[in-house]
Structures are given as structure tokens and as C-alpha cells.
């Protein structure tokens, strides 16, 4: 499914990352995240500033996200409760321009984090990378929850959903939603930087 225009646009601009280890763990070797995942871990990166349980409160968020749209069986049920929970209802525009320069709150961060595994897949490994490096378990944790996702609605979604938590495959990679809302957000055309300085530590175990 297409993204539509609005939210693609702020999630394309990022390289793929290099090959690393198992999704959602930190790689010594890879280099900081561009584009859409650069602008959104330096977000995160505030928000864990302000507030040291961001983490929790994110992936507690997520996984709200996570039961909700995998009860739905429309994609454009998907796309209009994503887009609805990442802006908070300000428009494209405006998350577009908070993206890199402030804290999100966990519940945006969380349904935009959604939205950028189902439209943009190719960049979600890198993503995963990131989160892991910002707080040690964050980045594993995510991917856990998606590969673990169920529920009764779109058989489609739902495999989508489970690949964007498993290492990243070979070939071409199904998109969900991709409508072209997203494009303003995610095809981010300027290079913002990724949290730096994170010591170089060897791949962590999946969590339980």
C-alpha cells in the first residue's frame, strides 16, 4: 500500500544502513543515521533528556499502537489512525518541522515509529539500530514486540508488521499503507545527525 503524500515525504532521504547484526542491536561499526531516522533519534534523544523513563513510556505507547492497528482490516483505516496519533491532529507540516529540534511526547514518537515500519521497511533496520544505541534494550524490544504481533485484522499487516521486527530480508520489501501522506515526513532531504558518542559494545542478547 502506498503512503500517502504528506508522510512520505518525511521518511525517504535516509542511505540503507550496513550490514549489522541481529535487527535492533548495536553495530560498533555502523555509521550515525540520516535522513527520517536521524531527525527522529535526535528527537528522542531530547525526550530522554527531559524525562529518563521516555524509553518505558515509548514502548509502553508502542505497543498501545501496535494491539490497535493490528485489529484493523482496511489499509486506509491504518494510514488515517497513524497519521492521526503522529501529528496530533497539527498536520504534517507541523510535525515535520518539531522533527530533530524537539521532544516528541511518547505516544506521537510511538504511533510515528508504527507508521515508519509499515512505509518506509527498508529504512527500519537502521532505525532499530538507533534506538538500540540511544538506550541499550530499546532498539531489541521493539523489534520483540513487532515479530510478536497479532491480533484479527489484515493477514497482510500483520506479516509486515512480524518482518519489520525479524533482520532485514533480501529482495524487495512490502510496504503497508504507503498512500503518499507520509512523504512531507519521511523523504527527509537534510542530513540530521543521530545521537553520537555511544561506546562501541558487542551485540545484545534478544530479550525475553
Given at each position: 500500500m502506498k503512503p500517502s503524500g504528506?508522510?512520505?515525504?518525511?521518511?525517504?532521504?535516509?542511505?540503507?544502513?550496513?550490514?549489522?547484526g541481529p535487527v535492533g542491536a548495536a553495530d560498533a561499526h555502523a555509521v550515525a543515521a540520516t535522513g527520517f531516522p536521524g531527525a527522529f533519534l535526535s528527537s528522542a534523544r531530547l525526550a530522554l533528556a527531559d524525562d529518563e523513563l521516555f524509553a518505558s513510556w515509548l514502548l509502553d505507547a508502542f505497543q498501545i499502537h501496535l494491539?490497535?492497528?493490528a485489529s484493523m482490516t482496511v489499509p486506509r483505516a491504518v494510514a488515517d489512525y497513524l497519521e492521526q496519533s503522529s501529528t496530533s491532529g497539527q498536520g504534517?507540516?507541523?510535525l515535520r518541522a518539531k522533527l530533530g529540534r524537539a521532544a516528541l511526547p511518547p505516544p506521537q514518537a510511538a504511533s510515528l515509529l508504527l507508521a515508519h515500519a509499515l512505509v518506509r521497511?527498508?529504512?527500519f533496520p537502521e532505525m532499530l539500530d538507533g534506538l538500540e544505541i540511544l538506550k541499550p534494550g530499546l532498539g531489541l524490544h521493539t523489534a520483540a514486540m513487532l515479530r510478536?504481533?497479532?491480533?484479527?485484522?489484515?493477514?497482510?499487516?500483520?506479516?509486515?508488521?512480524r518482518a519489520a521486527g525479524a533482520p532485514p530480508?533480501?529482495?524487495k520489501i512490502l510496504t503497508y499503507g504507503d498512500d503518499g501522506r507520509w512523504a512531507?515526513?519521511?523523504?527527509?532531504p537534510t542530513a540530521a545527525r543521530a545521537p553520537s558518542?555511544?561506546?562501541?559494545?558487542?551485540?545484545?542478547a534478544e530479550p525475553p
Open positions: 504528506a508522510l512520505a515525504l518525511i521518511l525517504l532521504g535516509a542511505p540503507l544502513p550496513a550490514a549489522a494491539q490497535s492497528v504534517m507540516s507541523d521497511p527498508e529504512q510478536a504481533a497479532k491480533g484479527g485484522g489484515d493477514k497482510r499487516l500483520l506479516s509486515i508488521l530480508p533480501l529482495g512531507a515526513v519521511f523523504d527527509f558518542g555511544a561506546a562501541p559494545r558487542p551485540p545484545l
